[in-house]
């Protein structure tokens, strides 16, 4: 089986390579090179004789994570971890963000995020950050499952797209964290000279006021620290990516497509002896030249939830009922924080009402 094993895979994989022959791009041309390259180095392991994984699946998974040789894990996540919290992914027909943008006119979907765009008509985006904004929604089992790997020590960072700040709201710290994509947690006056920092209780009244947030300094646009189309990711994210990828022991990607660059791309920055565990409703890959095949010696794919994924290697671990636990606990905090508030804020609004009848009699 050791033999017959990689000749599968290399058929697989070439099969692969001929499906991308149609298109002579130079872009095609790396992907068929890099697939290539993939093959021989991870999937045929030319790299290394170790034996890292005992079977190439969730179980294979999580002895190597009980075994304690696995100390520096590393999250890639995207979207489809915060589905389940309600939270539209980008990509999906029929139910994703792109999918249902028609209400606000634009000439094309990715419009919404272009920064150009923003500049001349703010309008559409704060309409749906409105809908979306951080603070309405709670952490998913999925967010929780990597605070748990932060708190048990694996967790070397969590690479995120999302814009949402569960992660923050599930427990990850600024440095556990690199937001590849921004976040809305703070706010720049887009004006060049003038970058006034605004944070996120500001931006939020704004938005909630009807208002186009605009700086108190020079009365430019402010935006939230999110990475639009046409800017550069944090220089954070490519400073980490440097000294983490090369410590990894374990990568595990979680409800992303895998088809924005260069996010994508980290994927195979792992050394060539690391496993990947793809958990998504999909394979994915074909963008980003990396291809989860079920029988590599390296990747195992559970596809199914995230939830569902991150609640099976939980259980494989002997984590479940603490998992659960720990969703429950911090979900009922969030629920007495946004009663308190509530509570508050109608007390104050009462308050607010009473004196001005008083200044009317």
């Not at 697989?12 to 499906?19: F, G, N």
């Not at 939270?87 to 634009?106: C, E, H, M, V, W």
């Not at 720049?188 to 300094?217: A, G, Q, T």
């Not at 009922?321 to 969703?327: A, R, S």
Request: aromatic residues 10%; contains cysteine.
């Amino acid at each position: 089986w050791s033999q017959i094993q990689p000749l599968r895979v290399f058929i697989l994989v070439l099969e692969e390579a001929e499906r991308q022959h149609q298109d002579n791009s130079p872009e095609a041309e790396v992907r068929r090179m890099d697939l290539l390259r993939n093959l021989f180095s991870r999937t045929l392991g030319f790299s290394s004789g170790e034996k890292i994984l005992d079977e190439l699946s969730l179980e294979g998974v999580a002895q190597y994570i009980k075994s304690g040789k696995c100390k520096n894990i590393i999250c890639m996540v995207g979207a489809g971890i915060s589905t389940s919290a309600g939270i539209p992914d980008f990509r999906s027909p029929g139910t994703g963000l792109y999918a249902n943008l028609q209400k606000y006119n634009l000439p094309y979907p990715e419009a919404i995020f272009q920064i150009d765009y923003f500049k001349q008509h703010p309008e559409p985006f704060f309409a749906l950050a409105r809908e979306l904004y951080p603070g309405q929604f709670k952490p998913t089992v999925c967010h929780y499952f990597i605070r748990m790997l932060k708190d048990k020590g694996l967790l070397r960072r969590c690479y995120s797209q999302n814009i949402d700040t569960l992660e923050r709201v599930a427990g990850l710290a600024t440095e556990d964290l690199v937001e590849a994509h921004g976040t809305f947690y703070t706010s720049h006056c887009v004006r060049f000279l003038c970058r006034k920092e605004y944070n996120l209780d500001w931006m939020k009244e704004k938005i909630f006021s009807d208002e186009i947030p605009k700086c108190d300094s020079c009365s430019s646009l402010v935006k939230p620290d999110i990475v639009f189309f046409g800017e550069n990711l944090p220089a954070r994210f490519f400073t980490s990516m440097k000294k983490d990828f090369p410590l990894c022991d374990l990568l595990i990607i979680m409800g992303t497509s895998l088809q924005v660059q260069p996010f994508a791309s980290l994927v195979s920055r792992v050394p060539k002896s690391t496993p990947r565990l793809l958990i998504n409703m999909e394979k994915t890959g074909e963008v980003s030249n990396v291809c989860f095949i079920p029988t590599a010696l390296l990747d195992v794919a559970q596809l199914g939830t995230c939830d569902e994924g991150c609640l099976a290697l939980a259980d494989l671990l002997g984590w479940k009922e603490e998992l659960q636990e720990l969703v429950k606990t911090e979900h009922d905090l969030i629920d007495s924080k946004d009663k308190k508030e509530k509570a508050e804020a109608d007390k104050t609004a009462s308050g607010t009402e009473g004196g001005k009848t008083d200044k009317t009699d």
